[in-house]
Nanobody
């Protein structure tokens, strides 16, 4: 069975940094996946944050996090990362990683329906 497990969340002050990790197991982390980070704040819809294509590590970002967040991977470790800098209170949410077997991403994938596999999420809280 496919499992995605997020870690690295926590509570930080505005302007601080966190690095989230998503460890994949139960399947081969191949060069042909779109990987995604999503987030969901209380009372709000889950929104796409960033997308990465495992074939070439190309990354795409929501406008709200461009120039602050960086998506990356370590294929040998079957792990996806999200480096989060200059955090703002509005970044507070549960962050989820997701995976979709695919031959290409083509850009930012912001729809939850675009991804088949999901982790359980990790809480990020940013105080002002």
């Amino acid at each position: 069975q496919v499992q995605l497990v997020e870690s690295g969340g926590g509570s930080v002050q505005a302007g601080g940094s966190l690095r989230l990790s998503c460890a994949a197991s139960g399947y081969t982390y191949s060069s042909y996946y779109c990987m995604g980070w999503f987030r969901q704040a209380p009372g709000k819809e889950r929104e796409g944050v960033a997308t990465l294509y495992t074939r070439d590590s190309s990354g795409y970002y929501a406008d709200s996090v461009k120039d602050r967040f960086t998506i990356s991977q370590d294929n040998a470790k079957n792990t996806l990362y999200l480096q989060m800098n200059s955090l703002k209170p509005e970044d507070t949410a549960i962050y989820y990683c997701a995976a979709q077997p695919r031959l290409g991403c083509g850009g930012m994938l912001s729809r939850t329906d675009d991804f088949r596999y999901w982790g359980q999420g990790t809480q990020v809280t940013v105080s002002s």
